[in-house]
Every structure is written in structure tokens, then in C-alpha cells.
């Protein structure tokens, strides 16, 4: 969808990845956006237009749903910890309030603005979920069902919205540098950089954003069996080794090997995973993203396999980095969709150089990987 003269209204706006979600609007050309606060008066930045919402109270939602019916992007960001709750013992306090807040919350809103949505065009709704919302959390257990509640709620929102043209977008994290995380020291992203990855993905029309490394890695192991000896995914603790993820009842109809996913879906988790690697200078993880037969063509003759492509990117400077948006996408099959690309590669010691990326990827055993991979220098 298209930022630039967007309405938005962002819940829970007054600091946090709120605060961070309304800046990001405005930097890319948000004609207006309603910062949702409990407390009108704490919203600092002038940019935004302070609305009085708390997402529990029923009145304040339909109020703002009549105030804010120019709406085209509605942020659903509001969400609490709802720690005091421990796993074994104690009141069930916290939790509850989890649940009202990030899950009852992000529905009420959802529903009130729903149809004004509806009348100005179809429009985005974001909900702010979570890693959590794969993995259950020992320490944290009330706040990580609200928010595998909440992923559900976005799920049926996107089957229920498609008609209306409603484009709805989950993302997840781990954990993000703002108060609801101080109490750990565990390493955390930027609310800005949440910010920018979702606003990013809105402009793609992309459903999903997976913005920590973790996250990836949360979703990637929910296919994996349920023993002990699994891969930890669990952020929250990380000397438990016996952790696992329980996905005997997973329904995740996003799962990568879903052919049945959505084109922007299985195009943006494949190259979200494909440019955390190039990232990070990993040349065998990128080289993963391949299928065992992929064609390959980047600036230098082509290869066939995952060894020339590791080798390719092993070969490339320390630094690099990979931005790419999603020019072009076709489903060509059930299990095949191709994707075409501009992307930015940028260097320490020279100018972004910046090509056209032809992708085909293509579902097999285990889930979804690149078969062709086609650059086009621009000049
Ligand atoms: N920080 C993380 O590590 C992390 C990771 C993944 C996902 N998230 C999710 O990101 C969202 C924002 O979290 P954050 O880290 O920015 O937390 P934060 O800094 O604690 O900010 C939470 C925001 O939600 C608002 N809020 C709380 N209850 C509300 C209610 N009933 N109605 C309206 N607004 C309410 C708060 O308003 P007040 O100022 O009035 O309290 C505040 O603006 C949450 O949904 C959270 O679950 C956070």
C-alpha cells in the first residue's frame, strides 16, 4: 500500500514501539496519524494528532472509531506484560489483564475500525505480536498466551478482511528496547528498527514481518520435533536446555511449507531469511536459502548448487548489505511464485550498487527455497 497521504491511527503511541510506529508513518509520508494514548497529554511528539484511547474501555474505542473515520492504516500496538502471573503459583491477575489488554484490546479495535477501513478503501491493520507468540515463556507465561491469542485473532482477521481489501500484517519480535523489556539484559533491537521493517513491509503489502534474527529462528523451528533435544527458541532463559516448542497443535496456516500460503508471504520469509545472511556475512546460511539445485547468477559467472553460491558470498566483502523491495510477484504455481526485485547492495568502502533481482522460489520437502537467481546490473 501506499504510505505517502495515509491516515493512520497507531494504539498506544505515547512511547515504546507505539511512539516508534507513529514517527516511522509520518517520516514516510503519513498525511496524518492519530497517536493513540490512555493519556492524551503524554504524547510529546507534535507530528501526531494525541487521541484519547485506552483499548479496554469499549466507549473510548467506539469514540474513536467516530473521531478517526478518515483511517486508512490502524496500528494495534497497545500491550502490557501481565508478568506478575508466575507459571506455578499466585493469582491470575496479571495474565488476565494481558489478555484484555494485547488480546480483547487488539480485537475491540479491530472490530470498531473494521468498517471504516471498509469505506475508505480496504487500507492496513497492524497488529504487534510477538516471538512469544510461538513459544511458550516459563517466565512470562500470561503475557506469551495473550500473544499466541492475538496471533490467532490476526489470523482470522486476514481470512475475514481479504474481501474488503483489508491488507493485515502480524509482526513479531523478540525482544524490543523499551520499558515493557528493561528488566532484561538479553539483547534487543531498536523500537525504530521494528518500525521502519513494518512500514516497509506495509509498502510491499507483505503479511507478515519477522524483525530479530530470534524471531526468524522461532519460526523456522516451529516444523521441528518435539524432543528435548531440540534447538532452544526460548529468549527468555537461556540456560534451559530441556526448552522446546510444542507444536503438536500448531494450525500456523503461514507455515513455509503451506503451499497454500500467500504469494507476498512465502516470498518476503524467504528473502527476509536470504538478507539476514548476506547481513551477517553467513555464505552457508545464505547459501540454505537455495535449493540443492538452484541457478544462480549474480555479478560473475553463474553456478549451479548451494557450494557456488557459499562460495560467492564467502567471497564477498565483509559488511555487505542487501535492501531490497518487492517490485513484481506472480504465483506461477501451487508451489511456485516468482518475485522481482530492486535491490540495494551496500558496501564499507564504495557506493550502494543497485540491481534487479529475478527470484523463482519453489516449495519442496521441508519448506519453501530459491531455485533461480537472476541480478541484472542497472548500469
Ligand atoms: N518490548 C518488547 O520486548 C516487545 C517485544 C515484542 C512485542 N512487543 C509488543 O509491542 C507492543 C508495544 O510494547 P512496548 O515494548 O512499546 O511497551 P511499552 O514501552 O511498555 O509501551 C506500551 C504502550 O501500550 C500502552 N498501553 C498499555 N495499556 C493500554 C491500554 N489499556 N490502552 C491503550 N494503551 C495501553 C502504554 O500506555 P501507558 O503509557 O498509558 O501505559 C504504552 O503506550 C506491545 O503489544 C508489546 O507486547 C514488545
Request: some cysteine.
Amino acid at each position: 500500500m501506499d504510505i505517502e497521504g495515509s491516515v493512520a491511527l497507531v494504539t498506544g503511541a505515547n512511547r515504546g514501539i507505539g511512539r516508534a510506529f507513529a514517527r516511522a508513518l509520518i517520516e514516510h509520508g503519513a498525511a496524518k496519524v492519530y497517536a493513540g494514548a490512555r493519556d492524551p497529554a503524554k504524547v510529546v511528539d507534535q507530528d501526531v494528532t494525541p487521541l484519547r484511547l485506552d483499548v479496554t474501555d469499549h466507549q473510548q474505542v467506539a469514540d474513536a472509531a467516530a473521531v478517526a473515520g478518515d483511517v486508512t492504516v490502524v496500528v494495534n500496538n497497545a500491550g502490557i506484560g501481565g508478568a506478575s502471573t508466575k507459571l506455578l503459583e499466585g493469582p491470575f491477575d496479571g495474565a488476565r489483564r494481558a489478555m484484555d489488554v494485547n488480546y480483547f484490546g487488539t480485537w475491540a479495535v479491530s472490530r470498531a475500525f473494521a468498517p471504516v477501513l471498509a469505506r475508505n478503501g480496504g487500507g492496513a491493520l497492524v497488529n504487534m505480536l510477538s516471538l512469544a507468540s510461538w513459544v511458550g515463556q516459563p517466565l512470562f507465561p500470561g503475557y506469551a498466551a495473550a500473544k499466541a491469542a492475538q496471533w490467532s485473532l490476526t489470523d482470522a482477521l486476514r481470512k475475514a478482511l481479504r474481501e474488503q481489501g483489508t491488507l493485515v500484517v502480524g509482526v513479531h519480535a523478540g525482544f524490543v528496547d523499551t520499558e515493557l523489556s528493561a528488566w532484561t539484559d538479553a539483547p534487543k533491537i531498536s523500537a525504530a528498527e521494528v518500525a521502519e521493517q513494518t512500514v516497509r513491509a506495509l509498502a510491499d503489502d507483505r503479511v507478515e514481518v519477522l524483525a530479530d534474527e530470534e524471531t526468524r529462528k522461532a519460526k523456522d523451528a516451529l516444523s521441528l520435533p518435539l524432543d528435548p533435544g531440540a534447538p532452544k527458541t526460548d529468549t527468555t532463559d537461556t540456560d534451559d536446555t530441556t526448552d522446546a516448542i510444542d507444536t503438536t497443535d500448531a494450525t500456523d496456516t503461514t507455515n513455509t511449507t503451506d503451499t497454500t500460503a500467500e504469494t507476498g508471504t512465502v516470498l518476503g520469509a524467504v528473502l527476509d531469511r536470504w538478507k539476514a545472511a548476506v547481513d551477517g556475512h553467513r555464505p552457508q546460511e545464505v547459501a540454505a536459502q537455495f535449493t540443492e539445485d538452484a541457478v544462480f547468477q549474480g555479478l560473475h559467472p553463474y553456478s549451479v548448487g548451494r557450494q557456488g553460491i557459499a562460495d560467492y558470498y564467502a567471497s564477498q566483502p565483509l559488511g555487505l548489505t542487501a535492501d531490497y523491495r518487492v517490485l513484481e510477484t506472480r504465483r506461477l504455481a501451487d508451489d511456485l511464485v516468482f518475485g522481482y526485485l530492486g535491490v540495494d547492495f551496500g558496501f564499507t568502502d564504495r557506493p550502494t550498487l543497485g540491481v534487479n533481482l529475478g527470484v523463482l522460489v519453489r516449495c519442496v520437502d521441508d519448506g519453501w527455497y530459491i531455485s533461480h537467481y537472476q541480478v541484472s546490473r542497472l548500469d
